[in-house]
């Protein structure tokens, strides 16, 4: 597949598609997804789940008016989550994240996912 040099809602959907399709079969991480959305990921669910996440990108690395809800918040009904599983969850993202777009702006989606993992696994611990 030809990487990507620009970010938009089809690419990120494409992003989102392909990380969640490798979260779900993860032997760490895939429950916490299966439980609360399915293991199918065309259903309703995850098709709003994976709207939601090109919303979220869209806002927090371009800047566009997509998303103003809560991501911490919405993890709070999930368990205590290990460290090591925060660790999977950026080692998927990353490497989705240099199977989809070129190397400049891989990096900017690894950087804000080592942040927003660090934030949430800091809030996780104190629940
Ligand atoms: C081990 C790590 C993680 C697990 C297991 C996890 C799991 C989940 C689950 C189960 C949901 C809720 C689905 C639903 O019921 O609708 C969710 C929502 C979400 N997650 Fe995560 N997540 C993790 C890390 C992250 C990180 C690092 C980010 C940010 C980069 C993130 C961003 C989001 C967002 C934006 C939502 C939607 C929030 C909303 O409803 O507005 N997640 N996550």
Known sequence: ????????????TILMTSFYTKAIADEDLGHYFTHELGDDITNEDWIHHIDLLADFWLAKILGEDTYYGNFIGAHVKLPII??????????????????????????????????????????????
């Not at 597949?1 to 990120?12: A, D, G, P």
């Not at 400049?104 to 996912?113: L, R, Y």
């Open 1 to 12: 597949m030809e990487l990507h040099n620009s970010i938009n809602r089809e690419n990120l």
């Open 82 to 127: 290990k460290k090591e599983t925060f660790g999977r969850w950026v080692e998927l993202f990353s490497e989705t994240a240099d199977e989809v777009y070129v190397k400049d702006i891989a990096e900017v989606f690894k950087q804000k996912g080592i942040q927003f993992s660090k934030e949430f696994m800091n809030t996780n611990k104190k629940i």
